[in-house]
């Protein structure tokens, strides 16, 4: 087996990663000039606006340069881990030269404030846009053959073949892998594993790598091998191929893990909340604004509920229930009432089933549209729910499934929601069985592990779509 590079942009990536901190400064600098223009029909002075390009200009090279990640190889990342980075760099860079501008520089005419925003808008859309542009151009050269990277991988037991299959699911990142090698290897037979032959024990791998284009070299073998990884290492130290390490960590049970730094220590978070940093501002951002929209459009439905709900049987309007919030703090949900005022069996909830006799006429109504929900809005104004999150639960039944159900209680790392993934994938309303609510529970963690803004919007659109075509809630 001879493997050849296609490599074309490999070959030339210092020239790309200069063009693309030139394309960045002309997108920084033509969308700062376009605001100017936008705010005052004409553009500055020549030499106040030389000067103030050339701020611009030494700033945006500082920021960039101190962010690591805005440069790096996006092969295999998520398009909103970049995003992120130049949004992180471009509120920097306008955030200081608004300060320079302002309380440094004396020219001929006052900036209002409402011209950065404009910056800010203008050259995060050009960013974004021509980034999206070079990830899709970058697709298209893979589909056609090129840019792609040739990878080894060094064992073939289960870590080996989990990688194999999450590559096979993601053909768009133009990874190949063309061997493995692995020291259970018999040199007189031939083996495969997922269609990818193993050519070689561990001491063959270097000759291999040597005498082909070999861009990686992933070592996937048990964290028990710590003697082969350093002799990989060591025998790889004189060649100029990638060497990544993969840790065995896909037999733990994991939620959103990540890998960091603390004081220069490297640290695998095996099971954290998505909701720290700029994550937890955008969702407290996109909860506010929704939940005070809907509120403002379904405040007359409301009162119109609340009437009927109060005409409907003796009782409150609002059913109150303690529940585990964010952290497993508990809270009050309020719901608008749909049944019969009665009492509960000792130290226990007993969940709505079909054709319940305790639902009320409007109780049905309510629980089939899910407007009986409405309050809850209130409780995402105060910050105790979110508008997309894990359906809060009984205390009760968290005592009953926390037992039963793996994970179960890592529900509770972000805040409770008023719909789900979990809600507009069928599973909602009763769950009478303990095969429910795992599959629940799973779709619960898949929406903390995957979280984003995006994934919040496609929750919330779907519940639109579903809400009166459910039969789950009754």
Same mark, same amino acid.
């Given at each position: 087996?001879?493997?050849?590079?296609?490599?074309?942009?490999?070959?030339?990536?210092?020239?790309?990663?200069?063009?693309?901190?030139?394309?960045?400064?002309?997108?920084?600098?033509?969308?700062?000039?376009?605001?100017?223009?936008?705010?005052?029909?004409?553009?500055?002075?020549?030499?106040e606006?030389?000067?103030?390009?050339?701020?611009?200009?030494?700033?945006w090279?500082?920021?960039?340069?101190?962010?690591?990640?805005?440069? +790096? %190889?996006?092969?295999?990342?998520?398009?909103?881990?970049?995003?992120?980075?130049?949004?992180?760099v471009?509120?920097?860079?306008?955030?200081?030269?608004?300060?320079?501008?302002?309380?440094?520089l004396v020219?001929?005419?006052?900036?209002?404030?409402?011209?950065?925003?404009?910056?800010?808008?203008?050259?995060?859309?050009?960013?974004?846009?021509?980034?999206?542009?070079?990830?899709?151009?970058?697709?298209?050269?893979?589909? @056609?053959?090129?840019?792609?990277?040739?990878?080894?991988?060094?064992?073939a037991?289960?870590?080996?073949?989990?990688?194999?299959?999450?590559?096979?699911?993601?053909?768009?990142?133009?990874?190949?892998?063309?061997?493995?090698?692995?020291?259970?290897?018999?040199?007189?037979?031939?083996?495969?594993?997922?269609?990818?032959?193993?050519?070689?024990?561990?001491?063959?791998?270097?000759?291999?790598?040597?005498?082909?284009?070999?861009?990686?070299?992933?070592?996937a073998?048990?964290?028990?091998?710590?003697?082969r990884?350093?002799l990989?290492?060591?025998?790889?130290?004189?060649?100029?191929?990638d060497?990544?390490?993969?840790?065995?960590?896909?037999?733990?049970?994991?939620?959103?893990?990540s890998? *960091?730094?603390?004081?220069?220590?490297?640290?695998?978070?095996?099971?954290?909340?998505?909701?720290?940093?700029?994550?937890r501002?955008? @969702?407290?951002?996109?909860?506010?604004?929704?939940?005070?929209?809907?509120?403002?459009?379904?405040?007359?439905?409301?009162?119109?509920?609340?009437?009927?709900? @109060?005409?409907?049987?003796?009782?409150?309007?609002?059913?109150?229930?303690?529940?585990?919030?964010?952290?497993g703090?508990?809270v009050?949900?309020?719901?608008?009432? *749909?049944?019969?005022?009665?009492?509960?069996?000792?130290?226990?909830?007993? %969940?709505? @089933?079909?054709?319940?006799?305790?639902?009320?006429?409007?109780?049905?109504?309510?629980?089939?549209?899910?407007?009986?929900?409405?309050? %809850?809005?209130?409780?995402?104004?105060q910050?105790?729910?979110?508008?997309?999150?894990?359906?809060?639960?009984?205390?009760?039944?968290?005592?009953?499934?926390?037992?039963?159900?793996?994970?179960?209680?890592? +529900?509770?790392?972000?805040?409770p929601?008023?719909?789900?993934?979990?809600q507009?994938?069928?599973? +909602?309303?009763?769950?009478?069985?303990?095969?429910?609510?795992?599959?629940?529970?799973?779709?619960?963690?898949?929406?903390i592990?995957?979280?984003?803004?995006?994934?919040?919007?496609?929750?919330?659109?779907?519940?639109?779509?579903?809400?009166?075509?459910?039969?789950?809630?009754?």
């Amino acid at each position: 087996m001879v493997i050849k590079s296609n490599g074309l942009i490999k070959r030339n990536i210092r020239e790309l990663d200069l063009l693309m901190r030139i394309l960045d400064i002309v997108v920084v600098v033509v969308s700062g000039f376009l605001s100017l223009y936008f705010s005052f029909d004409s553009m500055p002075h020549s030499r106040e606006a030389l000067t103030i390009g050339l701020i611009v200009v030494l700033i945006w090279l500082v920021a960039a340069n101190a962010n690591n990640n805005l440069y +790096r %190889q996006w092969r295999g990342i998520s398009l909103w881990v970049e995003v992120g980075a130049v949004s992180w760099v471009l509120i920097l860079v306008i955030m200081t030269v608004a300060m320079i501008v302002r309380d440094l520089l004396v020219i001929s005419r006052p900036i209002p404030d409402l011209l950065f925003g404009k910056w800010l808008v203008i050259c995060w859309i050009l960013l974004v846009a021509y980034r999206i542009s070079l990830r899709n151009f970058l697709r298209w050269m893979r589909r @056609k053959g090129y840019n792609h990277r040739h990878i080894v991988i060094a064992g073939a037991g289960d870590l080996g073949r989990k990688v194999i299959r999450e590559l096979s699911m993601a053909t768009w990142t133009g990874l190949d892998v063309v061997a493995f090698f692995d020291d259970r290897f018999q040199r007189d037979s031939s083996c495969a594993v997922e269609g990818i032959p193993i050519i070689g024990t561990l001491d063959d791998l270097h000759a291999f790598v040597e005498e082909n284009a070999i861009d990686q070299v992933w070592i996937a073998l048990p964290l028990r091998a710590e003697g082969r990884v350093k002799l990989i290492i060591k025998t790889l130290r004189h060649s100029t191929v990638d060497i990544l390490f993969i840790p065995d960590i896909f037999t733990f049970d994991l939620l959103n893990h990540s890998i *960091t730094q603390i004081s220069g220590i490297p640290v695998m978070n095996l099971s954290v909340t998505p909701m720290v940093g700029l994550n937890r501002k955008i @969702k407290a951002i996109e909860d506010r604004i929704l939940a005070f929209l809907i509120l403002g459009l379904c405040m007359p439905v409301m009162i119109l509920i609340a009437i009927q709900v @109060k005409l409907s049987s003796p009782g409150p309007i609002l059913f109150r229930q303690i529940r585990h919030g964010w952290d497993g703090r508990k809270v009050e949900i309020w719901k608008f009432r *749909t049944m019969y005022v009665h009492k509960e069996p000792e130290g226990q909830v007993v %969940q709505a @089933k079909r054709n319940d006799s305790r639902v009320t006429p409007i109780g049905q109504i309510l629980r089939r549209t899910s407007l009986d929900e409405l309050p %809850q809005f209130f409780h995402v104004l105060q910050g105790t729910m979110s508008i997309v999150g894990p359906r809060p639960h009984a205390v009760e039944h968290n005592f009953l499934y926390r037992d039963e159900i793996d994970q179960y209680m890592k +529900r509770h790392i972000v805040k409770p929601g008023i719909t789900g993934w979990a809600q507009v994938n069928g599973f +909602r309303g009763e769950t009478d069985t303990i095969e429910k609510m795992q599959r629940r529970v799973e779709y619960d963690l898949y929406y903390i592990s995957n979280w984003s803004l995006l994934f919040d919007i496609r929750i919330i659109l779907m519940t639109i779509i579903k809400l009166f075509f459910s039969r789950d809630a009754y």
